[in-house]
């Protein structure tokens, strides 16, 4: 009988264990008219050219990242040089075009599973992503170690849209959305309430902000699905 027991309980163990392992893909939350999503990743990279593919399981939230330049419109092929700012994919540092916008950085270090955020100069940055086979990329800072510092703003403060910002909160990564369109001046404010430790700026606008994330049972979302072939670099999280 003990024996029995004992199989039982090790059965209902395994199946909570398992269930807990497969629902662990993305936390969620709502505050202050702000969506956030904080994926469970254990690697993230920079993709450049080719948008990773909505039917890859490993994939758990993917979204745009630097700007891309004028040149992109017009041009047939991808060229690394359409993106803001130098940038690492893959572990390779990689030539963008000047960008004044870009006042900060995003590197994820992969060999150690560290990332960090940089205001103004952050060459080091770039340079530590290749060393350790990790992805950064350039755009605007919005708010640095608690402080509002989006001196150089990627658009009006009146300009109304729905926002994104990659966001240090609560010591997690997570990417934050606006729940509905308000203008960029309301979002920093948001944000602020929220509380963040830094906000990067994410490219946004129509088109541009085709997105999409894999929820705790594996299902498939997409944020926002008007797409356009112009975009160039995303910012990929994997399981």
Not at 47 to 74: Q, Y
Not at 137 to 161: A, L
Not at 185 to 196: D, E, P, S, Y
Request: glycine fraction near 8%; proline fraction near 2%.
């Amino acid at each position: 009988m003990i024996r029995w027991k004992r199989l039982i309980c090790l059965i209902f163990l395994f199946g909570v264990c398992s269930c807990c392992l497969a629902a662990n893909n993305m936390k969620y939350a709502r505050q202050h008219g702000l969506l956030v999503f904080q994926p469970n990743f254990t690697r993230i990279d920079l993709v450049c050219n080719k948008m990773p593919s909505a039917s890859d399981k490993s994939v758990i939230f993917c979204c745009e990242a630097a700007f891309t330049g004028k040149e992109r419109l017009k041009a047939s092929a991808f060229r690394h040089s359409h993106i803001a700012g130098n940038h690492v994919s893959g572990g390779k540092l990689y030539k963008g075009y000047p960008s004044k916008a870009n006042t900060g950085c995003f590197a994820y270090y992969r060999e150690t599973g560290k990332w960090e955020f940089a205001y103004d100069r952050y060459s080091q940055c770039l340079d530590k992503a290749v060393r350790t086979h990790g992805m950064a990329f350039g755009q605007t800072m919005i708010i640095f170690n608690g402080k509002d510092v989006h001196g150089r703003r990627p658009v009006r403060d009146t300009s109304k849209n729905i926002y994104r910002a990659l966001c240090e909160w609560n010591g997690k990564l997570c990417i934050v959305d606006s729940e509905r369109r308000m203008t960029y001046a309301q979002f920093i404010a948001a944000l602020k309430r929220l509380g963040v430790t830094h906000a990067l700026y994410l490219d946004m606008g129509i088109g541009w902000n085709f997105s999409f994330y894999r929820d705790n049972k594996d299902a498939l979302h997409y944020i926002h699905k008007i797409r356009i072939p112009f975009t160039t670099n995303w910012l990929t999280f994997y399981k």
